[in-house]
């Protein structure tokens, strides 16, 4: 059976999980990761040497990083409506997913670890907070504009596909917490419209930042 290692409130397992009850797929699951069985574990170290969640084992074979994850279940499952075959169709899905793991979230970073999470790292670090504020907003503005134009209702057009899963877990953590943001209405409308999944309203808007 497919294991997934990893606590179910870290935004990048939440992808993994949220993939797995949008494909009724059957996995077990370990709480590894900050405020369960630390990373640095051996018994982790085991399955990933780079101390971050999440990991799969799906039988005997190992990965980490939670878009190549997507990809693997998506492609082992033969979802072509969720990454398509077709060249063009899926470097779009693929673009939105490198921008979740790039510009998408360099500014949500220390404004979630700084403002929510408080790790030591980042409390009290203010200019990294407030450039973070700055660099979310640019980008999420960019997210609103696109899905202005495209009409949506999803990120790639009218169908929900895998790039829908960085960018919701993005939109869920921006407008979850508290500072200072425009009003985005495009944005605010694909946040119902993703809401109205009951995948995203388990492990996306659930209440978690
Ligand atoms: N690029 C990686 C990032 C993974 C990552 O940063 N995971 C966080 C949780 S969402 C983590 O492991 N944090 C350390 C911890 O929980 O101990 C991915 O997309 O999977």
């Known amino acids: 059976m497919l294991k997934i290692y990893g606590r179910a409130d870290g935004i990048n397992v939440r992808k993994v999980l949220w993939l797995c009850e949008e494909m009724a797929l059957t996995y077990e699951r370990e709480d590894w990761g900050r405020g369960y069985r630390p990373t640095s574990d051996p018994e982790f ?11 799969i084992e799906d039988d005997g074979f190992i990965l ?4 190549s994850i997507l990809r693997y279940l998506a ?10 075959e077709d060249l063009r169709a899926r470097a779009t899905v693929e673009a939105w997913m490198d921008w979740g793991v790039s510009d998408g979230f360099a500014g949500l970073r220390p404004v979630f670890l700084g403002l929510h999470a408080k790790t030591p790292e980042f409390v009290g670090k203010s200019e990294l907070i407030n450039w973070g504020i700055w ?16 009409g949506g209702p999803y990120v790639c057009g009218a169908d929900f596909t895998l790039a829908d899963i960085p960018v919701g877990m993005i939109v869920n953590r921006w407008l979850s917490l508290d500072f200072e943001k425009p009003e985005l209405p495009a944005v605010a409308r694909y946040y119902e419209q993703l809401s109205t999944r009951p995948a995203y309203r388990i492990h996306g808007r659930n209440g978690t930042p």
């Open 75 to 84: 492609r082992k499952h033969g979802r072509q409506d969720l990454l398509p």
């Open 64 to 67: 980490r990083e939670s878009n």
């Open 45 to 55: 170290q085991r399955v990933s040497h780079f101390g971050l969640v999440p990991v």
């Open 135 to 150: 660099h979310w907003n640019r980008q999420l503005q960019r997210l609103d504009a696109d899905l202005g134009k495209s």
